[in-house]
């Protein structure tokens, strides 16, 4: 009895795949420009929408609203600095590198996929 309770625990914390990180990554890349229409409704007013564009208002402030959640979430405050440059504010990549001058561009990037595997980790726990 002891050996199948083993053998159905699940694991606390997921790791996220190789294709989790692709999707994180497309998420974060596309944040600014969900963003940038969440911020339209909202200011066009967001309580009159016909039903498509409500459903795309909802399910797009939903969408911000993990990333921004899970960004936060990143425990080292370097790695969170350099994503929320690169991805939140919509930062180009040679713009990230240059904020860090004092850093190689490939500890930046190191760093830029430690914060994107974060992220990932952290949206495959909440899904």
Not at 45 to 73: C, F
Not at 79 to 84: A, G
């Amino acid at each position: 009895m002891a050996m199948t309770l083993y053998k159905e625990q699940m694991e606390l914390f997921p790791t996220a795949g190789r294709d989790d990180v692709k999707a994180a990554k497309s998420l974060l890349s596309r944040y600014r420009r969900i963003k940038m229409v969440v911020d339209d409704f909202e200011r066009n007013g967001s309580d009159k929408l016909p039903p498509k564009q409500e459903a795309l208002y909802k399910a797009y402030k939903y969408q911000t609203g993990i990333i921004e959640r899970a960004v936060n979430l990143i425990t080292d405050d370097e790695i969170k600095r350099i994503i929320e440059i690169r991805y939140l504010k919509g930062q180009p990549h040679h713009v990230t590198i240059a904020r860090f001058e004092l850093w190689h561009p490939s500890t930046v990037d190191r760093k830029i996929n430690k914060g994107i595997e974060s992220v990932a980790n952290t949206l495959l726990l909440w899904n």
